[in-house]
């Protein structure tokens, strides 16, 4: 258990603007609410002290029926944490929104912990703060995250990302798991586990959100036999898939099945594979104790080395790091 105590409360700032995602601001700010009432119920003094900011002062519009009432945004009189919440039209309100960008820029470099949730993570990388560093978006948008943003290293797979004193998350409820990831950082997995509860979600989620970009993706795909394929490949990942392979389940040439499937799923067939068997590897890692030559072989490796040159590729660290972090078996 973290000591925080003799501290104060941490001062968080939700940073919204006009349209912003009221569901990402209100999952946040329960997680610290309940913190708050936890830490409370153990005679300790609240962890966080939570506010709206936003470019002026006064009521701020969301998607929903919902306004927040907003203190204006300084760089003089910085909170411990802000937290910059996304939108539906993410590039609408980037243009509309300069000065949370100008905003963020200059803070960077003295604030505590920048987090930017779902599609937030645009205003960071047009600051340039997020150059060089691994971050996270919802997965809708995490392709137009990589084109205007190149020098960002987009890993549209994860829940949320740390690096540093950053952090991003992916889309919408994503932003509670960040909340709560936050919360264990300060007051350890404790406190963090009894919020988990009182929310009704899990302390760390099984899986990332490929369980919605590669599994929901491959339904959509207009074209009968690509999608065929894409089944077909995520009931046989244990298999070597090669191309030429699934070019002949499809009954086209190898050159046009690659064009064909990248035309209907927005990435090469060898893309999908990479991305299919990362999520079951990871859920794998996450939900059991499974030796990692098994897991290797579950997804198509003949060799621990090749499920490590994937974790390592992909998420920056190897699976054996990465289930002692996110392994439901962990103490």
């Known amino acids: 258990m973290k000591n925080n105590e003799d501290r104060g409360p941490r001062r968080i700032d939700v940073v919204v603007y006009h349209g912003f995602k009221a569901i990402e601001a209100i999952g946040a700010m329960s997680v610290f609410e309940y913190a708050n009432l936890h830490l409370q119920q153990q005679g300790r003094p609240a962890g966080y002290q939570v506010g ?8 701020v519009a969301s998607d929903t029926h919902m306004l927040l009432q907003a203190r204006a945004l300084s760089a003089d009189d910085l909170p411990h944490t802000a937290i910059i919440v996304g939108a539906r039209h993410i590039e609408q309100a980037l243009a509309a929104h300069g000065e949370i960008v100008a905003w963020a820029a200059a803070v960077a470099p003295h604030i505590e912990r920048l987090v930017a949730l779902c599609s937030g993570s645009f205003f960071l990388a047009a600051a340039g703060v997020l150059d060089g560093l691994t971050a996270t978006t919802h997965w809708s948008v995490a392709a137009l995250l990589k084109e205007k943003f190149p020098a960002v290293q987009v890993q549209a797979d994860a829940i949320y990302l740390r690096s540093g004193r950053l952090w991003t998350s992916a889309g919408v409820t994503a932003g509670i798991d960040l909340a709560l990831a936050l919360v264990e950082d300060d007051y350890g997995r404790g406190l963090a586990l009894q919020v988990a509860r009182d929310l009704v979600v899990y302390l760390k989620r099984p899986g990332g959100q490929s369980q919605f970009s590669v599994h929901l993706n491959s339904q959509n795909t207009s074209h009968p036999g690509i999608r065929e394929i894409q089944d077909w490949v995520l009931s046989n990942l244990s298999l070597p898939l090669d191309v030429s392979v699934l070019a002949d389940r499809a009954a086209m040439s190898e050159r046009n099945f690659r064009r064909v499937f990248a035309k209907e799923v927005g990435s090469s067939p060898l893309q999908f594979i ?49 289930r002692e972090r996110f392994g439901g078996t962990q103490p």
């Not at 079951?280 to 072989?297: C, M, N, T, Y």
């Open 52 to 59: 709206i900011a936003s470019v002026a002062a006064g009521p």
């Open 274 to 322: 990479e991305s299919a068997r990362l999520e079951v590897g990871r859920r794998l890692l996450e939900e059991g104790d499974l030796p990692l030559k098994s897991i290797a072989g579950r997804i198509g490796f003949a060799s621990e080395q090749s499920l490590r040159k994937l974790f390592m590729k992909q998420l920056g660290v190897g699976p054996q790091a990465y």
